[in-house]
C-alpha cells in the first residue's frame, strides 16, 4: 500500500515537473515569437525553393515530353549522363569551373582572414568603420552595374587601364582583355574578390572579436609581438570557423558565380569561360534540353557533395592548434 502511494506521489511529481516544463517553453516561444516568425520564414523559403523542387530531378533519368510532364516522359535511365561524359565540351567546362573557383578560394579565402585581422588591428574606431565601410559596399553592388563599370575600364580605346599602360609605356596600343583568353580568369577572380573580400570577413571579424583579451594581455606582457599575437593567438583561436568556412566553401566549388561569367562572357572567350552553370543554361533554355540540362546540374551537385565530403574527411585527420 505505502509502495502505491509512493509510486503515486513520485507519478505526480513528474507530471508537475513536465508540465512546468512545457509552460516555461511556451513562455520563451511567446517571448521570442518574432524571432521565431522570422526563422520560419527563412525555413519555408529553403523549403519551398529548395526542397520541394527536387522531385523535378527525375527528369534527368527521362526524355522529357513537356506535354506529359515530369513523369509522363520515357525512362531512359543514364543516358544523358553518359551523353554528357562523352560530350566534347566535357573536360573543357569542368576544367573551367575547377580553376576559376578553386583561385577564386586560394585568393579570396586567406585575403578575407587577413582583412579581418587588420580591421582587429584598427584602434580608432571611426576610422575601423570608414574602412570596413569601403570595402562591405562592393558586395552590394549588382553584378550588372559592375558587369558594366568592369567593360568600361577595360576597353581597349577608351578604358582607364589601357590609357595608363600606353602612357607609361608598357604597350603601344589598347589590349582587350576582355576578348583575350590569357586575361578572362584573372580578371574573373580579382573582380570577384574585390566585390565580395571584404563581406566574407565578417564572419571572421566577429570570432576575432569573441577572443578573450585576457590573451592579448598576458602574451603583451610576456614580450610577444604584434605578429606573435596573429600567430598564436588570433589564428588558432578563430581556427574552428576558419575551418567551417572553408568546408562550406569548398562545397560551393562547383557553383560558379554565373552573374558574372555570363555577363563577361563573350564569344572569343568561350574557351576559358564557359562553366558548368553557363553550360546548363545553354542547354535548357536556348535550346529545350530540360532534361540533359537536368542531368548536367544533377552530375554537378553531386560532384560538389563529393568534394565538401572528402575536404571534411581530411579536416578531421589534419591536428590543427587551436585556442581553447
Given at each position: 500500500?505505502?509502495?502505491?502511494?509512493?509510486?503515486?506521489?513520485?507519478?505526480?511529481?513528474?507530471?508537475?515537473?513536465?508540465?512546468?516544463?512545457?509552460?516555461?517553453?511556451?513562455?520563451?516561444?511567446y517571448r521570442q515569437r518574432y524571432l521565431l516568425f522570422m526563422a520560419y520564414l527563412g525555413l519555408a523559403y529553403i523549403i519551398i525553393f529548395y526542397y520541394v523542387p527536387i522531385y523535378g530531378i527525375v527528369i534527368a533519368f527521362k526524355d522529357f515530353d513537356v506535354t506529359k510532364g515530369f513523369f509522363g516522359g520515357?525512362?531512359?535511365?543514364?543516358?544523358?549522363?553518359?551523353?554528357?561524359?562523352?560530350?566534347?565540351?566535357f573536360f573543357l567546362i569542368l576544367r573551367n569551373t575547377l580553376a576559376i573557383n578553386f583561385l577564386r578560394l586560394l585568393v579570396g579565402f586567406p585575403l578575407s582572414i587577413t582583412l579581418a585581422i587588420l580591421f582587429n588591428e584598427i584602434t580608432h574606431n571611426r576610422f575601423r568603420g570608414i574602412v570596413q565601410s569601403v570595402f562591405y559596399v562592393p558586395y552590394f553592388i549588382s553584378w550588372v552595374i559592375m558587369a558594366g563599370f568592369i567593360t568600361t575600364i577595360l576597353n581597349p580605346q577608351s578604358g582607364i587601364l589601357n590609357e595608363i599602360l600606353i602612357k607609361?609605356?608598357?604597350?603601344d596600343k589598347g589590349i582587350d582583355f576582355l576578348g583575350n583568353n590569357k586575361w578572362t580568369w584573372t580578371i574573373f577572380v580579382l573582380s570577384d574578390v574585390y566585390k565580395t573580400a571584404g563581406f566574407n570577413s565578417i564572419l571572421f571579424t566577429a570570432a576575432i572579436y569573441a577572443i578573450d583579451p585576457t590573451l592579448y594581455e598576458a602574451t603583451y606582457i610576456d614580450g610577444a609581438?604584434?605578429?606573435?599575437?596573429?600567430?598564436?593567438?588570433?589564428?588558432p583561436s578563430i581556427m574552428p570557423t576558419i575551418i567551417v568556412l572553408l568546408l562550406l566553401n569548398v562545397g560551393?566549388?562547383?557553383?560558379s558565380n554565373f552573374d558574372q561569367i555570363f555577363l563577361l562572357q563573350n564569344s572569343l572567350t568561350l574557351e576559358t569561360t564557359e562553366v558548368i552553370d553557363t553550360y546548363v543554361y545553354k542547354t535548357g533554355l536556348k535550346f529545350g534540353r530540360f532534361d540533359y540540362a537536368a542531368a548536367i546540374n544533377l552530375f554537378?551537385?553531386?560532384?560538389?557533395?563529393?568534394?565538401?565530403v572528402t575536404t571534411n574527411v581530411l579536416v578531421k585527420k589534419i591536428k590543427i592548434k587551436t585556442v581553447i
Open positions: 500500500m505505502t509502495n502505491g502511494l509512493s509510486k503515486q506521489a513520485n507519478d505526480i511529481r513528474k507530471n508537475d515537473k513536465q508540465n512546468r516544463l512545457l509552460r516555461e517553453l511556451v513562455n520563451k516561444a520515357k525512362w531512359i535511365g543514364l543516358d544523358h549522363f553518359r551523353e554528357f561524359l562523352s560530350d566534347s565540351y607609361i609605356g608598357i604597350v609581438k604584434k605578429v606573435q599575437q596573429i600567430m598564436h593567438i588570433t589564428l560551393w566549388m562547383m557553383n554537378k551537385n553531386l560532384l560538389g557533395l563529393s568534394f565538401l
